[in-house]
């Protein structure tokens, strides 16, 4: 059983009232008073004002195919801005792939046992889409001679940042409820960046692969609203 | 529990077996299980990790004893490993932290009681109220920079205040050592003692230096790289407690019998039964690593092992909070300093002390940075109305 239960969770102060009485008339004894960190703030803003970027974008040699022929607009344009996003994208659908594939065994192996299955083959359909958004997005790099097995620093930065869903999705000890709240973040994000990475695309002129690009958004949407539906009702279910 | 040290089997080398599943079992709650049980996870990693490298050092310097010493190290990496991996991943690595400055409180503040020679437990005492004010600190970091109360994981049993000042416990190196014990006239529990809380204060460095690194915050990153060079003068401090010139086999037999006490500390007060029996099952590992040493011993130096050991085990280590133990210790002792292997007021400290500090200092303290005005309270700083 590893949905919301009582148990004997020691981690507030009620459960141990004499000691933390203790703790808390120690801390009003022995700290200073309490006041914002003036000096944290300096430290904090000296980093900030000497740190460089996490990375570089690894330009092609030569821009080539469709950024080449999209003409005077693309020209005008950083290509460096699409490249760092289209390298997020496809780094975050790639790990959006193992992620699934690791909520499906648990589903497999939890589905039995909870009062709110999970349905298998819509969890499947959706890591098959995200597998096939991971393919359009390495085409599209490459159409343009971009290095799709580069990480390019908005990649890197965004698997930092869903670094802990994966802690969750991945821990045998989570539950169903809990991954799909993971997700529901991951979905969220991702229907963003599609309609980001449209907006970019249509900014540059490149119309071929927004069409493309819109197509993927559309099977997003779907992801969402599942992912969505699922949620709720693994939660509601337990009450 | 009467354990007869040097008459007791224990479990064979040849039966201490062990696969992938059973070092990596499910890990402890960091919600349920009590703040103690994760106290002795984290020293009895901690002791393993310095049998290893003890071990692996004797190696380098003793041709002889190598197949021994490689064959008793590999079981205790794999129990290392197994103890480790009961640590779950929902630990943050400052909740983790918060978890060793509690060993370090808790642990070192038990053994300076339970410590008969004076001036040892006077140097525990005077390392306890630096991991205390440890604590302080990176409760303030967890707080200002997650946004989490480090009592979740304290449990109440130990206090968030500051102690003698981080940014004060920076000393020369020459200031760090200390008078060692004698090998031919201190007490067994003397010698464990001394073990244990260097082993403690060691793998604590070594986790800090390692975690320090994957923080992107530069305070983070600032505080961790400032209070893994306090653990390093502590290695300092504590290892320079222990007699130089023990043999080498008799420091290998006080490291086995030092792990024995501590298995035998943490079975007599485990209240998770699963990870009891964990204990209970590298306590008999030790004990049959000890016969092995005793016989070594006996061979290479014809010796009985009985003039370093004692019959039976001492009381064990009191897993419990030291609240009021050390809070007496902060209030007598909070300006103590050291000149040389002396313990000082602050007024008579080594100048050469007050120079190294003034430098490492000179651009600025991250230990004063991070906790500024912070004051604990349950749910922490923001939980304004809590206080009232």
Redesign the interface.
């Given at each position: 059983m590893r949905e919301a239960k009582m148990g004997a969770n020691r981690t507030g102060i009620d459960v141990s009232p004499v000691y933390s009485k203790q703790m808390i008339s120690d801390a009003e004894e022995l700290s200073p008073p309490p006041s914002e960190s003036v000096m944290m703030a300096a430290m904090e803003q000296q980093y900030i004002e000497a740190a460089h970027g996490v990375g570089s974008v690894p330009l092609p040699g030569t821009l080539k195919g469709v950024l080449k022929t999209a003409g005077k607009k693309v020209g005008g344009h950083n290509p460096e801005v699409l490249i760092n996003k289209l390298g997020e994208r496809l780094a975050y659908e790639r790990s959006g792939v193992r992620l699934y594939q690791s909520f499906i065994r648990k589903c497999e192996t939890l589905n039995g046992a909870s009062q709110s299955p999970i349905p298998l083959d819509g969890l499947r359909e959706i890591c098959m889409e995200e597998a096939e958004h991971f393919q359009v997005l390495k085409e599209c790099m490459e159409s343009i001679g971009a290095d799709p097995t580069a990480q390019t620093p908005d990649a890197d930065v965004s698997g930092v940042a869903g670094s802990g869903l994966m802690k969750v999705i991945t821990d045998p000890r989570t539950s169903l409820s809990q991954c799909l709240e993971a997700f529901l973040t991951i979905e969220l994000t991702d229907q963003a960046s599609w309609e980001l990475l449209i907006s970019l695309c249509d900014e540059m002129g490149l119309d071929e692969i927004s069409e493309r690009f819109q197509a993927c958004l559309a099977q997003e949407e779907t992801h969402v609203e599942r992912v969505k539906a699922w949620y709720q009702e693994s939660v509601i279910s337990q009450v | 529990m009467a354990i007869k040290l040097l008459d007791t089997q224990g479990t064979p080398l040849e039966n201490q077996k062990f696969t992938w599943k059973d070092l990596v079992q499910?890990?402890i709650s960091?919600?349920?299980?009590?703040?103690f049980t994760r106290v002795r996870i984290i020293l009895m990693n901690g002791i393993e990790q310095q049998s290893n490298r003890f071990k692996h050092l004797c190696s380098q310097m003793n041709g002889e004893l190598r197949k021994p010493l490689a064959v008793v190290r590999r079981s205790e990496h794999h129990q290392q490993t197994m103890i480790n991996w009961l640590l779950?991943?929902?630990h943050s690595p400052i909740e983790t932290t918060i978890g060793y400055e509690q060993v370090a409180i808790e642990v070192t503040a038990a053994i300076a009681q339970q410590e008969p020679d004076d001036y040892l437990a006077q140097v525990y005492r005077f390392g306890l109220l630096e991991d205390f004010d440890h604590m302080y600190r990176y409760a303030a970091l967890l707080d200002?920079v997650e946004g989490k109360d480090a009592?979740?994981?304290l449990?109440?049993?130990t206090?968030?205040?500051?102690g003698r000042p981080t940014a004060e416990e920076h000393r020369h190196p020459h200031d760090d050592l200390r008078e060692h014990y004698d090998r031919k006239t201190a007490a067994p529990i003397t010698k464990m003692n001394a073990l244990t809380i260097m082993s403690g204060e060691y793998q604590t460095r070594d986790y800090y230096m390692n975690i320090g690194p994957t923080f992107?915050?530069?305070?983070a990153r600032?505080l961790y790289a400032e209070i893994a060079s306090i653990e390093e003068q502590h290695v300092t401090q504590y290892g320079s407690i222990i007699d130089p010139d023990e043999t080498m086999l008799e420091k290998w037999l006080l490291y086995e019998a030092s792990e024995v006490y501590n298995y035998y500390c943490c079975v007599e007060s485990e209240t998770n039964p699963r990870i009891k029996a964990i204990w209970e099952r590298f306590l008999d590992y030790e004990l049959g690593h000890l016969q092995l040493v005793s016989g070594l011993f006996k061979k290479h130096e014809r010796r009985d092992p009985a003039e370093i050991l004692p019959e039976t085990l001492p009381a064990p280590i009191a897993f419990e909070?030291q609240?009021e133990f050390v809070?007496k210790t902060?209030k007598a002792e909070i300006d103590l300093r050291t000149s040389g292997t002396h313990f000082v007021d602050k007024a008579k400290e080594s100048n050469q002390s007050q120079e190294y500090r003034k430098q490492v200092n000179s651009e600025?303290?991250?230990s004063?940075?991070?906790?500024?005005?912070?004051?604990?309270?349950?749910g922490t700083?923001l939980n304004t109305d809590r206080a009232a």
């Open positions: - | 499910e890990p960091k919600l349920d299980d009590d703040a779950s991943g929902d200002r009592n979740n994981i449990q109440s049993y206090d968030v205040v500051p992107s915050d530069p305070i600032q909070s609240r809070k902060l600025g303290s991250p004063e940075a991070i906790a500024e005005g912070y004051h604990w309270r349950p700083e």
